[in-house]
């Protein structure tokens, strides 16, 4: 759940930059995330992968709620997520190990 000030930062930021430039903001930090993740798989898990790797989990975190926010994908995003989860459940309940 964000607090206020979360929300009034993000939507000043929508107004201040606008909607484009925010929606690529996101796919830019979604970028440096999953760059961030290979980099963690590659090398060891020192502190400075897992400090970067958490940074980069922050900063994509921020621009999903932003933009989810903004083009009121709030209820969309959720039944995705079910759906996926429920998904997820079952391939668990169907693999024995």
Known sequence: MQSNLEIKTMQE???RWGGTAQVMQL???SVELAHACH????????????????EEIADAEIMVQTVKMHLALNDLVASYR???MNRLKRRLDNVRP
């Open 82 to 84: 079910d759906l996926k």
């Open 13 to 15: 930021a929508w107004e």
């Open 27 to 29: 796919a830019e930090e």
């Open 39 to 54: 980099k963690i798989v590659r090398k060891p898990k020192g502190l400075t992968e897992l400090n970067k790797l958490a």
